[in-house]
């Protein structure tokens, strides 16, 4: 039988929206540091809690074990939203299992860890003892490789490797890698290769790039990297 | 992202289909996979491999990009699910937190949602069945039912679209379907391994409504013999009669079934070779109205002669035939050449050649000629389209050269051929033309033929078609960039076309010429108006006897510059040329320059503004007014003129448009106002002003128009556009009535033949209104979409005349001198919403119910009257015409993620 259906549409879609009300359907699970405002801190506030900081990142932030990065001059916004992936995450996952800092993190309020970011940005970087240069990794890191599809680093890490030179506050968390530690960098690069952490979107851009590089490819940028004297604070 | 306002296609489940929809199918391979929850908790399928992936599947599937059949959707859905999908929260790039634009500043559309992959050993495979019931209370409207079959409620496949694909080493499955009905229905079927091979096969049904208030008078509707009923008289009711038999006549509808097969595949030979081929073959079945002419003896309704005979019926016309498409080639695409070659092929063939049909009116002769009786004609007949083939060869060789530069050869040849039966001029029985006191054949009645000389192929001077068509082109372009500021390009094509055959109306039975006309009956009615030319009996007779060859040759040319003078602003200058040379046209040589000038302004970070210029001068060698003589008798050997001069084909300050001198200044100037990161403004207007060197003929044609479009992507997964659109054209034209009813010598205007006071003038009005809004957001856990379009078209067509003279018929009322007056107003006028809703119930299962309201008012004055009934005096019409409509169409589908 035919059925002269004649309904309102308004009718139709109010009694949807009402049955519809409640939270969003799929929340993201990660954290996206695309929209972020860049953080303001009270540098003089966060020595104070910067202290405990010493015993693995050396004094003001100058990492003597290479393992650990130094914190002096790295940029603020990084600083404080790596605080934040710790002091939320589960001190549980493998990732975070062995590393001390989500403990140390959980103490921290916001602000504390605005502050302790803050200070640290404001920390001037010593010189790192000599290490040779390695072409190959300054060639990766300018250049890229077209070829194995490897993304030039430059383009987000900035010429000097001293942050991005673009503006916009979706640049705001890429951090400075100018004479950082060796070891530390390639543990980093590793993990993102292996998809860890996925705490953040920035995570996200880094497996992309980190899949494409190889171990000696991963070796030699880190040690370009840190044979890079510090940049002269202006 | 589509920029341009124009009317939008409204469907029930395109969501923001009208203002986001041109890249909807390259999103179908968003390469970021999610899996569901449980799969979370064992792994994560790296995104980066499934991107990289997925960019070797649209390798893939460009391979097929040849021809229509590369997307299959139907009314209700046109996008196939695509439009409906969800934007991804996650964006386009982690990059950037908004959309990217595009280099005109335009926001590309969000990517879709990721699917919901499962794994089966070392495949995946994801999918979506959308399943459920549609109800519409259809009320038989046939611009509600094109294109769909949406007659009755129902439950409905409204998609399957299923997935599979190995990454390993980028195998794929793709199968989608689509069922709505039996003549409205798709499947669809994809397989192959990306950078190696693809076949892909379909089946698909589609209905065309063209009437759904048609009432015939014929029997044998479908067939290709159309019979009058027992309650009529062949050649024998009055008008009365015949209505009354229309009147009575169950309404019915007319339209054609579409149903197509296609398969395809391409392969990759090497890294750089690959092979493709694509085949199809399309059926169409159905009716259609169609002619019928008996002769317009309308002409003679009023005084003095006050006859009511002669036919002019609206037939319907049995559609039953095959179109078979064939393209295939190779394509090289290396580091430095590129090369392409392919042939193209196409194949029509018709059940029918022609069908019949039987005329219910009297045949009356004009009493101009004592004794004058017009033979008793009932039985007329329609040829269908000929059988036909084309051939098509390309060869394509392009290569990369210094100043990063790029040259390209094309060179191609076909044919284009149709040797079809033929079929005989006539299909009476007796006699057929005018009898002096009796209808007996023999010299006393030299305007009366015998059917039996004329109904048989034999009548004919061969009995096949035998024509052909050879093209032939030739095509070199080169683009360099010597430096990053300044392009250059050049483009010289070359293009011919050569009738090879021509075809004789000659009757060897009877020794004459021409074709009966009208089936006979004008012969019948009007004394000297057969069609026929005899050199020996009627050696005055003008009439077509030869087919027109209508060769061409075409020169462009055309050479351009990009100046990019600043970071922020390009200059560009095109000079164009063209050179027509037509045969058997009024010209034979016809010159079109022209000069398009741009300027691309991005100085503003917000605005990006372009600004065209084209001037173009067309002008050509002499013109004649009367090419076509030689396909006349009047160019035969014995033709002798009438004693007041051979009639004159037509005045001798006629230019048709396109042989025309004519003089254009075109315009547009488009802005694109970006004053947030999130939202888009579009504006532009535009102008072409076209004029023309005729005083008799198109004299101006100009068009003027403006749009607006506003975009707003407000959240992730939300997003609001609005557009408006108003147009208007202006096209006038002029004529001027002949004096002496075809037989006047003189063609010159102002002459005798062709006096002043006879001349006329149109003008056709066209206004156009679009308008539209599209909401799509999130509003809780359901997913809102609205969708509102509007269309109002308005054609008025006014005239004025130098004096009644001017006018085919009068009706009573015409003064002595000049006038003038409109046709009503043809408005149409469609509003359609959608408003629908989608609410999750789980990760993979939702609900969309959706109301999809179309109101379309149609204003036609061809059809006034026709509520009264379908037969005016000799007149049959069959199709009633559109219908306004007010259609509501709610659905209610379960979609389920596989």
Not at chain 1, 1 to 24: E, I, Y
Not at chain 2, 37 to 66: C, H, V, Y
Request: glycine share 8%; net charge neutral.
């Amino acid at each position: 039988m035919r059925t002269r259906l004649s309904h309102s549409p308004l009718c139709w879609a109010a009694v949807l929206l009402l049955s519809g009300a409640g939270t969003s359907a799929f929340a993201a699970d990660y954290v996206d540091l695309r929209r972020i405002e860049p953080i303001h801190g009270d540098a003089a506030a966060g020595a104070a809690k910067a202290a405990v900081c010493a015993a693995c990142h050396g004094p003001n932030g100058n990492a003597i074990v290479p393992m650990f990065p130094s914190l002096a001059g790295q940029r603020a916004d990084y600083l404080y939203h790596r605080l934040a992936e710790f002091k939320a995450a589960d001190p549980k996952a493998p990732y975070y299992a062995a590393s001390p800092m989500p403990a140390q993190a959980a103490g921290l309020s916001d602000a504390d860890m605005r502050n302790v970011a803050a200070y640290f940005a404001a920390q001037a970087r010593t010189a790192a003892p000599a290490a040779p240069g390695n072409a190959k990794g300054e060639t990766l890191y300018l250049e890229g490789d077209l070829a194995r599809g490897i993304p030039a680093c430059q383009g987000c890490h900035g010429a000097d490797a001293n942050g991005p030179a673009a503006q916009g506050n979706q640049y705001a968390a890429y951090p400075t890698l100018r004479g950082q530690h060796a070891p530390y960098l390639v543990t980093r690069l590793n993990n993102f290769r292996g998809n860890l952490p996925q705490y953040s979107s920035n995570d996200f851009i880094m497996h992309g790039v980190a899949r494409t590089l190889d171990d000696d490819s991963i070796q030699a940028v880190a040690s370009w990297l840190a044979s890079l004297p510090p940049k002269e604070k202006h | 992202m589509s920029t341009s306002a124009h009317p939008r296609p409204s469907s029930p489940l395109t969501p923001g289909f009208s203002a986001l929809s041109s890249c909807v199918p390259e999103q179908k391979r968003d390469s970021r996979f999610r899996l569901s929850e449980e799969q979370k908790q064992n792994r994560w399928i790296p995104a980066f491999a499934g991107m990289a992936t997925m960019m070797l599947f649209s390798t893939a599937w460009a391979d097929s990009g040849i021809g229509v059949d590369t997307w299959r959707g139907n009314k209700l859905d046109p996008t196939a699910g695509q439009a409906s999908e969800a934007c991804d929260a996650r964006g386009t790039t982690w990059l950037a937190p908004l959309q990217r634009r595009s280099p005109t500043g335009n926001l590309y559309d969000c990517p879709n949602e990721a699917p919901l992959a499962h794994e089966i050993g070392e495949w995946l495979y994801y999918g979506v069945l959308q399943v459920g019931y549609i109800g519409t209370g259809d009320q038989g409207v046939a611009a509600w039912n094109r294109y769909a079959d949406w007659r009755s409620d129902k439950a409905i496949l409204s998609l399957l679209d299923a997935h599979f694909e190995r990454p390993s080493d980028g195998s794929y499955v793709d199968v989608r379907a689509s069922r709505i009905s039996d003549e409205d229905q798709y499947y669809q079927a994809v397989f192959g391994k990306a950078g190696a091979y693809k076949v892909q096969a379909f089946v698909r049904d589609m209905p065309n409504i063209l009437s759904t208030d048609a009432r015939s008078i014929w029997n044998g509707v479908g067939t290709n013999n159309l019979t009058l009923p027992s309650s009529l008289t062949p050649g024998g009711s009055t008008p009365a009669q015949v209505a009354a038999a229309s009147a009575a006549a169950p309404t019915m509808t007319l339209g054609v079934k579409r149903s197509k097969q296609g398969l395809s595949a391409s392969t990759y030979l090497t890294p750089e070779w690959t092979a493709y081929v694509n085949l199809s073959d399309e059926q169409r079945k159905g009716t259609r109205p169609y002619g019928g002419p008996f002769f317009f003896a309308f002409a003679f309704e009023g005084p003095p002669f006050n006859l009511n005979d002669g036919g002019v019926n609206e037939t319907i016309k049995p559609i039953n035939d095959s179109t078979i498409n064939i393209n295939g080639g190779l394509r090289y695409a290396g580091p430095e050449w590129r090369f392409d070659f392919s042939y193209t092929g196409s194949f029509y063939r018709d059940k029918y050649t022609s069908y019949n049909y039987q005329s219910p009116f009297k045949l009356t002769a004009l009493p101009v000629i004592p004794g004058a009786i017009a033979a008793p004609l009932y039985q007329g007949q329609m040829s269908t389209e000929p059988d036909n083939n084309y051939h098509n060869f390309q060869a394509t060789a392009t290569r990369k050269i210094p100043w990063n530069g790029e040259i390209s050869i094309s060179a191609s040849g076909g044919r284009m051929s149709q040797d079809d039966a033929l079929i005989a001029p006539i299909n009476c029985q007796g006699v057929f033309g005018i009898g002096l006191g009796n209808l007996q054949l023999g010299p006393q009645n030299p305007m009366l033929y015998d059917c039996n000389k004329w109904n048989t192929t034999d009548a004919l001077s061969r009995k096949t078609a035998d024509m052909r068509i050879d093209t032939s082109m030739f095509d070199a372009r080169i683009v360099l960039q010597p430096t990053p500021q300044w392009t250059l390009r050049g483009d010289v094509k070359y293009d011919r076309q050569d009738y090879r055959n021509i075809y004789l109306a000659y009757n060897p039975l009877t020794g004459q010429y021409g074709y009966p006309s009208e089936n006979g009956t004008q012969g019948s009615i009007v004394p000297g108006e057969s069609g026929i030319w005899d050199p020996r009996t009627d050696p005055s007779a003008l009439t077509r006897v030869r087919s027109l060859p209508l060769d061409i040759q075409t020169i462009d040319a055309n050479f351009g510059a990009d100046w990019k003078f600043s970071d922020k602003n390009t200059l560009s200058a095109t000079l164009d040329y063209n050179r027509y040379e037509p045969s058997n046209r009024e010209r034979s040589q016809i010159d079109a320059s022209s000069v398009k000038l741009t300027w691309v302004n991005r100085s503003l970070d917000w605005l990006t503004l372009r600004v065209n210029y084209t001037y173009l001068k067309q002008t050509g060698n002499t013109y004649n007014f009367d090419p076509y003589e030689f396909t006349w008798s009047s160019s035969m050997p014995g033709y002798v003129p009438p004693a007041t001069g051979t009639p004159a084909h037509t005045v001798d300050a006629m230019r048709k448009y396109d042989m025309s001198s004519r003089d254009e200044n075109k315009i547009d100037v488009m802005a694109t106002v970006m004053p947030r990161d999130d939202m888009t403004v579009s504006a532009s207007v535009r102008g072409d002003w076209n004029s023309y060197d005729a005083r008799i003929g198109r004299q101006a044609y100009d068009t003027v128009g403006a749009t607006v479009q506003w975009e707003w992507q407000f959240a992730t997964r939300s997003s609001i556009s609005a557009y408006a659109a108003w147009d208007r054209s202006r096209l006038g034209l002029s004529n001027v009535q002949d004096q002496a009813n075809g037989t006047g010598a003189d063609p010159t205007l102002g002459g005798s033949n062709y006096a002043l006071n006879g001349q006329w003038w149109a003008t056709d009005a066209q206004r156009d209104w679009y308008g539209g809004f599209t909401l799509n957001h999130d509003i809780g856990r359901v997913r809102l979409d609205v969708n509102w379009n509007y269309l109002y078209s308005r054609g008025l067509t006014d005239y004025t005349y130098a004096g009644p003279t001017a006018l085919a018929h009068l009706v009573g009322n015409e003064g002595p001198g000049p006038g003038g007056g409109a046709f009503p107003n043809m408005i149409y006028r469609v509003n359609s919403i959608t408003i629908g809703a989608t609410v999750p119930f789980s990760e993979r299962v939702s609900l969309r119910l959706f109301d999809y309201y179309e109101r379309g008012r149609i204003n036609d004055w061809h059809y006034l009257g026709f509520d009264q009934g379908l037969v005016v005096g000799n007149r049959v019409y069959t199709d009633a015409g559109p219908q306004s409509y007010k259609q509501n169409l709610i659905g209610l589908l379960v979609n389920m993620k596989l």
